[in-house]
């Protein structure tokens, strides 16, 4: 039995969602970060328990040719580029394989091809938005990231994967009472937006400071959260300096994008992956799409060019507003947008007669609610693009939307229930990993399920 502060030799045979390497100890499973398939290492334990443990890298006895210095000095420590140790071309494979594993064990699928991992030519500086938390060191202010798996933060003043503008603007703040983080995007057009985030409403001295270290902002907002939570914004903006909004450009269309709005943070692969999805989609003139989770819009109206009707469904309000009005600013006609969750207005809508071609969704890492499911197989759409940055929840998932006869994926599994009174489920014809963030374990995942002769 592998107990607390013991030291193991062992050999890596994998990597799990979180980017550590997976070995066994006399059939006992040992989780061990910074590591690589290939690998044996020494290792000290330091969580156990009866199913499995996880230990800290003491030495790589043999190396795997996959192993490379990385770039970042505190890659090890701050809890973000997990996989920064691990040659690129290596860890796009990696993710094709965390993929499969998912699809395989969670999943229940058998015989699914999943395609190569799209990946990037330059992985470098890619994100365009950064949310860095602040604390105190020698009687300063300072940003950082924190540790894996905990609140000690560890000072930066630079990031390899961030632009290179985020960064600036991040490392020009000063010292405030009750500041505790600072959110930077940039987009692609040159502009950056910065929340500052407080316990405590802004007094006029700080605000005088805020706009001082930060002169050139485009747009500058304070966020207050008083709430004890790991959320970083509070439902309080207030704009001080500049524009409401940023706009950037993906597909050949433009959008505006406010403090709160959710966009892919790395803006090459964002054309990948929505050219991608697109193409999985098809939409065709005289077809109606729905758009799941759309936020401010991308995916509708980039499907709008070519369907006839899209209704985007999403439950920020300010996201809808910003939807609605990258419709009109691309002069975009045919889509429209419903504020509310997507388990509560598709069933509705579905209810109501509502029979969509095509469906299309982007969910959170939760994943989607069994009512969004249950609509979804009831709508009667022949072809659904999932689109997902958790493979875990994207298998359970789609294990209720697949179909369970005979000579399915799923052969062994029985017909889910949602699939009962006459629907035809579906069944997958396509899986492609995107690298959103690489040298880190997260992976983004497009899927394209349809039914049966559609």
């Given at each position: 039995?592998?107990?607390?502060?013991?030291?193991?030799?062992?050999?890596?045979?994998?990597?799990?969602?979180?980017?550590?390497?997976?070995?066994?100890?006399?059939?006992?499973?040992?989780?061990?970060?910074?590591?690589?398939?290939?690998?044996?290492?020494?290792?000290?334990?330091?969580?156990?328990?009866?199913?499995?443990?996880?230990?800290?890298?003491?030495?790589?006895?043999?190396?795997?040719?996959?192993?490379?210095?990385?770039?970042?000095?505190?890659?090890?420590?701050?809890?973000?580029?997990?996989?920064?140790?691990?040659?690129?071309?290596?860890?796009?494979?990696?993710?094709?394989?965390?993929?499969?594993?998912?699809?395989?064990?969670?999943?229940?699928?058998?015989?699914?091809?999943?395609?190569?991992?799209?990946?990037?030519?330059?992985?470098?500086?890619?994100?365009?938005?950064?949310?860095?938390?602040?604390?105190?060191?020698?009687?300063?202010?300072?940003?950082?990231?924190?540790?894996?798996?905990?609140?000690?933060?560890?000072?930066?003043?630079?990031?390899?994967?961030?632009?290179?503008?985020?960064?600036?603007?991040?490392?020009?703040?000063?010292?405030?009472?009750?500041?505790?983080?600072?959110?930077?995007?940039?987009?692609?057009?040159?502009?950056?937006?910065?929340?500052?985030?407080?316990?405590?409403?802004?007094?006029?001295?700080?605000?005088?400071?805020?706009?001082?270290?930060l002169p050139d902002a485009d747009s500058l907002y304070h966020n207050l959260n008083a709430k004890n939570t790991n959320v970083i914004f509070g439902s309080d903006f207030r704009l001080l300096r500049g524009k409401p909004t940023l706009q950037t450009r993906i597909g050949g269309?433009?959008?505006?994008?406010?403090?709160?709005?959710?966009?892919?943070?790395?803006?090459?692969?964002?054309?990948?992956?929505?050219?991608?999805?697109?193409?999985?989609?098809?939409?065709?003139?005289?077809?109606?799409?729905?758009?799941?989770?759309?936020?401010i819009g991308t995916l509708s109206l980039l499907a709008a060019q070519q369907a006839k009707r899209v209704i985007g469904i999403e439950s920020v309000p300010e996201a809808i507003e910003n939807a609605s009005q990258n419709a009109a600013q691309n002069g975009i006609s045919n889509a429209e947008f419903i504020t509310g969750n997507a388990e509560e207005v598709l069933p509705r809508l579905v209810a109501e007669g509502l029979k969509p071609d095509a469906i299309i969704l982007d969910p959170p890492r939760k994943g989607c609610d069994p009512a969004v499911l249950h609509a979804i197989a009831q709508s009667g759409a022949t072809r659904v693009v999932y689109i997902s940055c958790n493979p875990a929840t994207l298998a359970r998932d789609l294990k209720i939307l697949a179909e369970g006869t005979d000579n399915s994926p799923l052969s062994a599994m029985p017909t889910s229930p949602l699939m009962e009174g006459g629907c035809v489920p579906y069944t997958i014809a396509h899986v492609r990993p995107v690298d959103m963030f690489p040298h880190t374990a997260h992976v983004e995942t497009i899927v394209l399920i349809q039914r049966e002769n559609s």
């Open positions: 039995m592998i107990q607390k502060n013991q030291e193991i030799s062992l050999t890596i045979t994998a990597l799990n969602s979180e980017g550590q390497g997976v070995g066994r100890v006399d059939g006992f499973l040992v989780f061990v970060p910074d590591t690589i398939p290939g690998e044996t290492v020494r290792a000290h334990i330091i969580k156990a328990s009866k199913n499995h443990a996880v230990a800290k890298l003491l030495q790589v006895a043999e190396s795997s040719p996959d192993r490379v210095t990385p770039r970042c000095s505190i890659a090890p420590v701050c809890g973000g580029c997990t996989l920064q140790h691990i040659r690129y071309e290596r860890q796009l494979t990696a993710k094709r394989q965390i993929v499969e594993d998912a699809l395989t064990r969670l999943g229940g699928f058998t015989d699914i091809q999943v395609e190569q991992t799209l990946g990037m030519s330059n992985p470098w500086h890619y994100r365009n938005k950064g949310s860095f938390p602040f604390g105190e060191q020698d009687g300063r202010a300072v940003i950082g990231l924190y540790a894996a798996r905990s609140h000690r933060l560890i000072p930066i003043s630079d990031c390899p994967i961030q632009d290179s503008r985020v960064m600036q603007v991040a490392k020009r703040m000063g010292s405030l009472d009750s500041l505790r983080h600072v959110v930077v995007r940039a987009t692609g057009e040159g502009e950056t937006m910065a929340v500052i985030v407080t316990a405590k409403p802004l007094t006029g001295e700080q605000e005088s400071q805020l706009k001082l270290h269309l433009i959008f505006s994008v406010g403090p709160a709005s959710f966009l892919q943070v790395n803006p090459s692969q964002t054309e990948v992956l929505y050219a991608e999805a697109m193409r999985l989609l098809a939409p065709k003139a005289g077809e109606c799409v729905v758009d799941l989770y759309c936020g």
